[in-house]
């Protein structure tokens, strides 16, 4: 998929929620494909989407040696992150428009920190999805640079424990399967994936459903005397009218508004 199209995808999905796109894989029979376990949850409140980088952390068999605090720094920079966590061409292809989705085999292992968060940021990635860690979590909420959906929040540095592995593989995140390429919409209701090859029907499904909701909140919003916001307003004028659209006069009339 070119750039273009993953600009014009992402575009789209900025108007849509979570729940968009679940009715969306709803309508094309995808009822049980692509929610992401509801104690997978945003580290803050927030929305992203981008499309799918996956590597995982493999669990070492190697057992740490008895150092000196001086050799100790040595060991863990060039060895293990010299060698054992050396993401090579991985981090030169990760770019605009990514989504990383981080599995950490039941370890409860960083997904994300600080620093790399400002890495990834300056990047291009959108966000982060683990079924792992979140680490310096203070400095995350205050920085607000990557958006992370995370299982933990962790303590730990990768040495010693796990290895960085299998990059653009299969990887399975809160019961979601999920592809090098497939589309990942994140927000407060958690996180969903979209396989690639449903991608633009399960959007123009989503785009239906959510002009059918805005439609119905802007009458509750009035019969309420709720101020109008942007989640009333139609963001797709171009989509055809919802098949079962509520008739506004019965609408309001059943709210006992006339």
């Not at 960083?110 to 890495?119: E, F, L, T």
């Not at 979209?194 to 439609?215: C, F, G, M, T, W």
Request: charged content about 25%; proline content about 6%; glycine content about 8%.
């Amino acid at each position: 998929m070119d750039q273009a199209k993953r600009k014009e995808i992402l575009d789209t999905v900025a108007k849509l929620r979570v729940t968009d796109i679940r009715d969306g894989m709803d309508w094309v029979g995808l009822h049980h494909v692509g929610t992401v376990d509801p104690e997978i949850r945003p580290l803050y409140r927030t929305k992203a989407a981008g499309f799918a980088q996956t590597y995982k952390h493999i669990p070492t068999q190697i057992r740490v040696p008895e150092l000196s605090p001086e050799d100790y720094t040595k060991w863990a920079y060039e060895y293990w992150y010299g060698q054992l966590w050396n993401m090579g061409d991985f981090r030169e292809q990760v770019g605009e428009g990514d989504f990383l989705v981080i599995d950490t085999m039941g370890q409860k292992t960083p997904a994300i920190g600080s620093m790399d968060s400002m890495v990834w940021a300056a990047r291009g990635v959108k966000g982060v999805l683990t079924n792992g860690g979140a680490r310096d979590t203070d400095e995350q909420l205050y920085q607000k640079a990557m958006p992370c959906w995370h299982r933990w929040v962790v303590q730990p540095m990768y040495q010693g424990r796990v290895e960085f592995g299998e990059p653009n593989s299969t990887v399975n995140i809160g019961g979601a399967t999920v592809r090098p390429g497939d589309l990942v919409v994140a927000d407060g209701d958690g996180a969903i994936v979209v396989p690639q090859d449903v991608i633009e029907d399960v959007l123009y499904y989503a785009k239906q459903e959510s002009e059918n909701d805005r439609y119905d909140r802007s009458m509750l919003f009035e019969a309420l005397g709720i101020a109008p916001d942007e989640s009333t307003q139609s963001m797709f004028p171009d989509m055809p009218p919802h098949p079962y659209r509520k008739n506004r006069e019965d609408f309001m009339k059943r709210l006992g508004k006339k």
